[in-house]
């Protein structure tokens, strides 16, 4: 079973950029779907955005236009380009493989 470790979080001004990277242990080429999730304090894990492997993608209705994820299976790596970034968006972002795997997470904060 594949281990999953997020990387690229921090703190960010409104409208900067960020670039979450998810490195696994093991091959993704088997996962259909990989995906990225977020929690803020107080609040519900949420869905971010997946992939699958035929590059099908899938956004939440509040990033969509701002984020985008993508897939490199030679890499077995997931990225989340997150651009245009809000206050709301501040958050611990978890990568997840084929809905079962989770990553330990990643915290981006959104701030001046």
């Known amino acids: 079973q594949v281990q999953l470790v997020e990387s690229g979080g921090g703190l960010v001004q409104p409208g900067g950029s960020l670039r979450l990277s998810c490195a696994a242990s093991g091959s993704i080429f088997s996962i259909n779907t990989m995906g990225w999730y977020r929690q803020a304090p107080g609040k519900q894990r949420e869905l971010v955005a997946t992939?699958?492997?035929?590059?099908?993608?899938n956004y939440a209705a509040s990033v969509k236009g701002r984020f985008t994820i993508s897939r490199d299976n030679a890499k077995n790596t997931v990225y989340l380009q997150m651009n245009s970034l809000k206050p709301e968006d501040t958050a611990v972002y978890y990568c997840?493989?084929?809905?079962?795997?989770w990553g330990r997470g990643t915290q981006v904060t959104v701030s001046s």
């Open positions: 992939i699958t492997n035929g590059g099908t993608t």
């Open positions: 997840n493989a084929g809905f079962i795997k």
